[in-house]
């Protein structure tokens, strides 16, 4: 939903790739199911880091954030889980939610066409809970990527005008990476269990005001009274998904970034007057002639 041929500046874009992805999805063979349990895990995994300056808030960031690109910024806390929900009947999986922030750049050829991490990630949920289904949701990760470095110059110490994203990784790199995610879903502890019935899926539209677009359709996906989640056109920023971890009580609420006709970068309201990539720099790549902001009031 990122690349598409009125975003050339955003990457290559393949006509025949996207066709073929989209026969695929429409060939696939349908099959009824009727889950009566939903199972969450929780694994980590060390791969993501926030990529902006803007932590902490100095006015030396202010300035790096606006002029100096992007920063592998390890002080600024993410969220570096991987939730595996498993939905099963008389406890036998059927198919399978997988939920992680990163974004999906770690593949060494950066002319293949791929599902990049989320391929590993898959194989080790078909390896551990023998599921060939296994929905994968990307959260916010507009402003995460993995965190693959070097110094600018090696005659400078590591510092942040002497650290940097490395791209493409090597292929020695994406081997780390896949193996990460592979031994975080093995690695998996279960968080919840909960029953629920084919009643418990509901699905909701919510209209919601984005300055810079306008009032867009958000999907919602509500499984019983326990988990939320909201799919977004957008890139959106990792601190939504924190101020999502810290309310409390049910549902649960997830956020899923770049979901159908993606239109940009949703950044957060502190990091508005900042600037960056992610504000500002970004609306050129996306076509945009206005800053995207949530309207303040709104909420997933």
Not at 265 to 287: K, N
Request: charged content about 25%.
């Amino acid at each position: 939903p990122m690349l598409d041929a009125a975003k050339p500046d955003l990457g290559l874009f393949s006509e025949d790739s996207a066709q073929s992805f989209m026969v695929g999805i429409e060939n696939a063979p349908h099959r009824f199911v009727s889950p009566d349990t939903c199972t969450i895990f929780s694994g980590d995994v060390g791969i993501p880091v926030y990529r902006r300056f803007d932590f902490p808030g100095n006015r030396l960031n202010r300035l790096l954030t606006r002029y100096a690109g992007f920063y592998p910024n390890e002080e600024h806390p993410v969220d570096r889980s991987i939730k595996i929900f498993i939905f099963s009947r008389d406890n036998v999986p059927e198919f399978a939610f997988a939920y992680h922030a990163c974004h999906p750049v770690t593949r060494a050829d950066a002319q293949e066409v791929s599902a990049d991490y989320v391929h590993a990630l898959r194989e080790a949920v078909l390896e551990r809970f023998g599921l060939t289904t296994c929905l994968f949701f990307l959260g916010c990760a507009g402003d995460i990527r993995p965190n693959l470095a070097r110094r600018r110059s090696n005659w400078w110490p590591k510092n942040r005008l002497n650290w940097r994203f490395k791209y493409p990784p090597t292929s020695q790199d994406e081997a780390y990476i896949d193996d990460q995610y592979r031994n975080a879903v093995r690695g998996a502890n279960q968080v919840d269990s909960f029953p629920i019935t084919p009643a418990a899926f509901q699905l909701a539209t919510k209209k919601v005001k984005i300055e810079g677009v306008g009032l867009i359709n958000v999907p919602q996906l509500r499984v019983g009274d326990r988990l939320l989640f909201s799919f977004l056109p957008f890139e959106v920023s990792h601190r939504y998904h924190l101020e999502t971890l810290e309310a409390p009580g049910f549902p649960r609420k997830f956020i899923v970034s770049c979901s159908g006709d993606t239109q940009g970068y949703l950044p957060h309201p502190s990091q508005i007057p900042f600037g960056g990539y992610e504000v500002d720099g970004s609306r050129a790549c996306m076509g945009l002639g206005e800053r995207v902001e949530l309207k303040v009031g709104n909420s997933w």
